[in-house]
Structure formats: structure tokens, C-alpha cells
């Protein structure tokens, strides 16, 4: 009895020269990971949110956390400049607030930072809210020039946990 002849198997369908079978767990796959990637984005906003909502500046925290990933030498070399231009451009975070609990707060902040830049108005009698108090007090010292900014030390990481919550 001879054997009945099988019929002639076809090769699969491809699309763009992938199979289907292949090509739709790939898809799949792709579509999986795509919905993980949008929770996921919506957790990290949701968090900065968090963040916002207690009374942080989250537009700040994001640069400090870009400044911390940062190579050590690439961010010292950033906060020198950015201290400098800050000085120059007359930049002084205490100027905008006239009450005492934020300029205490800013105040131990900066110098927790090692901020060359930190004024007391209380320490000054004629102070008028004007002029700041640059350097490290030094009586000798020229006012119209700006201290140096202070070099950041190799072997301390920022910690910027500590400043939050000393701010």
C-alpha cells in the first residue's frame, strides 16, 4: 500500500522578511514595555509633584540632582562658574524675602554650602536692605569686588538631603 503524499508544507508568513508568529511577540513585547514605561513616567511625576506640593522648588531640585550626577570635576568647575556669574549678575536669593525666618533659613543653607555670599542685615546698623555684606566679614576688605568663590572640596559629595533640611 503505497503512502498517501503529504501535502507540500509552506513556509510561514513574513511581513518586511520576519515571521509572524515572531513578528507579533515582538510587538507584544514592545507594547508591554511600552505601558510599563508610562506608568513608570507618571510615578516620577507624580513624585516631583509630591515633592512640589510640600513647598519645594522643584525646578531647583532637578538642576541640584543634575549638579549631583555630575563627574567631580565637571561640577566643581560648574558651581565655580555658577557662584561666579552668580556674584556678577547680583544674584542674591536673600534679596527678594524681607522677613527673618526665610533670610535665617537661606542664610544657614548658604553657609552650610560654604557660601562666601551670606549677609546678616542685623549685623550692620544703617542697613537698608541695598547692599549686601560679601567676603567673610573682613573689615579691610574692598566692597566693590566679590569675594572668590570657595573651592569645592574633592573629597566630599554635595548633600543635598542635609540642606533640605536645613532650608
Not at 511625576?45 to 519645594?56: S, T, Y
Not at 558651581?79 to 534679596?95: I, N, S, T, V, W
Request: avoid cysteine.
Amino acid at each position: 500500500m503505497a503512502r498517501p503524499k503529504k501535502a507540500p508544507s509552506k513556509p510561514e508568513e513574513q511581513i518586511d522578511g520576519i515571521a509572524v508568529s515572531l513578528l507579533s511577540r515582538l510587538l507584544a513585547a514592545i507594547r508591554e514595555r511600552r505601558q510599563i514605561q508610562v506608568d513608570t513616567n507618571m510615578e516620577h511625576a507624580a513624585a516631583w509633584k509630591e515633592l512640589h506640593d510640600a513647598g519645594a522648588n522643584a525646578a531647583a531640585w532637578k538642576a541640584l540632582l543634575r549638579i549631583e550626577r555630575m563627574e567631580l570635576t565637571k561640577r566643581t568647575e560648574f558651581l565655580r562658574a555658577f557662584d561666579a556669574g552668580r556674584a556678577h549678575l547680583k544674584l542674591d536669593a536673600q534679596e527678594v524675602f524681607d522677613f527673618d525666618g526665610e533670610k535665617k533659613k537661606l542664610a544657614d543653607a548658604a553657609a552650610l554650602a560654604g557660601n562666601a555670599y551670606v549677609r546678616d542685615p542685623d549685623d550692620e546698623p544703617g542697613f537698608d536692605g541695598d547692599d549686601a555684606i560679601e567676603g567673610n566679614g573682613d573689615e579691610d576688605e574692598d566692597d566693590d569686588e566679590p569675594a572668590p568663590a570657595p573651592a569645592a572640596k574633592a573629597d566630599a559629595p554635595l548633600d543635598f538631603e542635609e540642606l533640605a533640611r536645613n532650608a
